[in-house]
């Protein structure tokens, strides 16, 4: 194999998300005289754009798909090779691509991503969402369809259910509220009226790339879809597009077959039992089956007793690390979640191999504050340490963990309200040592403030509360508010000029 290598490279980034984008950066603009390389299957990458700093941790920024042309004509010593890996051969140090090429690297930085958690991988009728070719195939599909079924509670089935029209949704989640892994069952009953009223028009475009998930825009390459998985083939090699990013919806029309506008039923504390086709359903002898009337492509029996046919079935259960083509005839250290072990320098078990993103699993000692969720602002910040972890290492510095892992930050937006999660925003691993202050305000503003022995360790604000930077610094600070009590969330009381 080494005697096959065309090139060595100082460093090699697989991945064209925004984890491998921000790393090949770093390591292009810090190295500008040694060669790095981005191996990435498409021919566009995911670029953050409109960076803001909104307070010491928080950030925002936007997700544009650009040709990869772009980094290329920044970095002049950066090359991109447009294939996907087929395999990877740590001893040696070097990369197979599935069209047939080998590539040396001195470092190399896995940023593959992650894939759809299918409900079933054989199924033409169950599609997942993850990058621009399959949201564009979900739209394909929901132009047609006059009733979907929905199944999960995370991030794109939240934006998903609120942006459909001119279709029924059956929402299914395995959870007693909607978005558990973002909200307790309060902020979930705050958001529940806006998912029945009329959707708001945005009254400024949205610049950023209909990703999400994120945006991939049209792309005219052929990249390995999570439908296509879902038809059976192989996933040995990472040829996927990047995830979707914020605002993926917002690019792309999600108007079904009917003419109405939003409607979407919650079947709670469920999940799929059985997918039938119409065939199957027919030929069934299960009495029990008692979906409503009507001639469906499937049906889908959920463990709560219902049945439901419609047109299809989106699929949002969660991700799976994209780690296959790099486990074969090597020793990496996997987590239970699937994704490559990486310590507090993003280094995984094998030598000079780095991993940043969702497809890995960060598995050093956590602050109190922090966790890991495959989130965007997460994979930038990997990216971006990553880069300046190999950098280091290259130049002989010492290196600290960086500051963005001391405090867990994320702003987005779910049904058109701005979402701010801090800390430990939902009480993570605090068991009864917490206690929960909470101020609502129907249709304006929901605060949630998580108190662990007298000190504010996580906060859930939803709406312009304009408190997402006092609350970040008192949770840093860790000063006791004991003495404050339920006057903390006094809405008389402007804490924001109290704790200046």
Not at 141 to 153: D, E, M, P, Q, W
Not at 268 to 274: A, F, G, L, N, T
Request: aromatic residues 8%.
């Amino acid at each position: 194999m080494e005697s096959k290598k065309e090139k060595t490279f100082k460093f090699v980034v697989v991945g064209g998300g925004i984890a491998g984008v921000t790393c090949v950066e770093q390591l292009s603009s810090q190295f500008p005289s040694e060669d790095v390389a981005l191996i990435t299957a498409g021919s566009h990458i995911k670029a953050v754009t409109n960076y803001k700093q909104v307070s010491r941790r928080l950030e925002e920024f936007d997700v544009e798909e650009k040709p990869s042309s772009v980094l290329k004509e920044k970095f002049p010593n950066l090359t991109i090779i447009h294939s996907a890996v087929k395999s990877l051969h740590t001893q040696t140090h070097c990369l197979e691509t599935t069209d047939g090429r080998v590539f040396g690297y001195e470092k190399l930085c896995i940023c593959s991503g992650a894939r759809p958690k299918l409900l079933t991988q054989e199924n033409p009728h169950v599609l997942g969402i993850r990058d621009t070719d399959s949201a564009q195939e979900f739209q394909k599909r929901l132009s047609k369809a006059k009733r979907i079924v929905v199944v999960g509670n995370g991030g794109i089935a939240l934006e998903l259910v609120y942006e459909v029209r001119g279709c029924e949704v059956i929402w299914a989640v395995k959870d007693k509220a909607i978005g558990n892994t973002f909200f307790d069952a309060g902020a979930a009953q705050f958001l529940i009226p806006s998912l029945e009223a009329e959707k708001e028009e945005a009254t400024a475009p949205c610049k950023r790339q209909r990703y999400t998930t994120e945006d991939p825009a049209p792309d005219s390459t052929r990249t390995f879809t999570a439908d296509e998985y879902s038809r059976g083939q192989n996933p040995g090699s990472v040829e996927s597009g990047s995830a979707l990013g914020p605002d993926w919806h917002r690019g792309i029309e999600l108007q079904g077959a009917e003419q109405v506008s939003r409607r979407v039923s919650v079947e709670y504390q469920c999940e799929v039992k059985h997918i039938f086709t119409s065939e199957e359903f027919l030929l069934s002898s299960k009495q029990t089956l008692k979906p409503d009337t009507g001639s469906w492509p499937v049906f889908v029996q959920l463990t709560n007793g219902g049945t439901f046919g419609c047109d299809f079935v989106v699929s949002a259960t969660g991700v799976i690390p994209n780690t296959e083509p790099f486990l074969h005839s090597n020793n990496f250290s996997l987590a239970d979640d699937g994704g490559l072990q990486v310590d507090d320098h993003m280094m995984t078990s094998e030598s000079d191999v780095y991993a940043a993103g969702d497809v890995c699993t960060a598995c050093w000692e956590h602050s109190p504050l922090w966790q890991q969720m495959r989130l965007w602002t997460q994979a930038r910040q990997m990216g971006w340490y990553a880069g300046r972890c190999m950098a280091a290492d290259v130049l002989s510095e010492p290196i600290e963990l960086d500051f963005c892992f001391e405090l867990f930050s994320h702003v987005t937006k779910f049904f058109n309200h701005k979402v701010v999660l801090l800390g430990k925003f939902n009480a993570q691993g605090l068991g009864s040592d917490h206690e929960l202050l909470v101020r609502c305000t129907k249709g304006q503003e929901y605060i949630k403030v998580v108190l662990s022995r007298g000190r504010m360790v996580g906060a859930v604000l939803i709406g312009e509360t304009d408190l997402e930077e006092t609350f970040e610094n008192l949770i840093l600070n860790q000063m006791d508010l004991t003495a404050y009590g339920e006057e903390l969330l006094n809405p008389n009381v402007d804490i924001e000029d109290y704790f200046d």
